[in-house]
């Protein structure tokens, strides 16, 4: 009882329409591939403008063209600003410059790891930054053996398949736990 009379004071709060408060909002969102990663660990919010009174124009980089999750983070964003009380809320879609790993935060990472995903690596020097389709397979073999074992922390792990659950990771085991972690590729 206690519990829901407090969730109903919280929800009957009303918020300033900041762009502060919009950006504690969009921590809200999560990615729905990796769902314990918010869109703004990812570095998937570029930006966030007012526009007029109430409106918000937000800015956002898809992790990859084609990537299936992109227009569920659209919808899913401008819903929960919506209910926040934001309206209208445009968004706007950049892939200049291209989304890299190395903007997932140092939190986002904590939270992949905690979740059982070891982190992508920096994106090596020279690797092209282009508009790209899919993240290439190829590229997590140049880091293979800096991987570390997100449960057990043991650096004895083999690669098992470029691909994981989403084409954003590949699948792989450790050799000490035994047990089988997907990596977030660095792209
Ligand atoms: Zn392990």
Avoid at 76 to 103: I, K, M, Q, Y
Avoid at 106 to 114: M, P, S, V
Avoid at 130 to 143: E, T
Avoid at 161 to 180: D, I, N, Q, Y
Wanted: with cysteine.
């Amino acid at each position: 009882m206690i519990a829901n009379a407090e969730s109903e004071t919280v929800l009957t709060v009303a918020h300033e329409l900041t762009v502060a408060f919009a950006w504690e909002v969009l921590h809200t969102v999560l990615d729905p591939e990796v769902p314990v990663v918010s869109i703004c660990d990812l570095g998937i919010v570029r930006d966030v403008l007012t526009q007029g009174e109430r409106g918000l124009n937000v800015v956002l980089t898809p992790t990859y063209s084609g990537c299936p999750a992109t227009e569920m983070i659209a919808v899913e964003a401008t819903n929960t600003l919506t209910a926040a009380g934001f309206t209208p809320v445009n968004l706007t879609t950049t892939h200049a410059p291209a989304w890299t790993s190395d903007w997932i935060s140092a939190e986002g990472r904590d939270k992949l790891r905690r979740y059982g995903i070891a982190p992508p690596g920096p994106v090596q020097q020279g690797q092209d930054i282009v508009l790209r389709y899919m993240p290439q397979g190829k590229q997590s073999n140049q880091i293979a053996a800096a991987l570390d074992c997100p449960r057990c922390g043991s650096n004895n792990t083999e690669r098992l398949s470029a691909f994981g659950s989403t084409a954003c990771k590949a699948l792989w085991r450790c050799m000490a736990c035994k047990e089988p972690f997907e990596h977030f590729k660095p792209f």
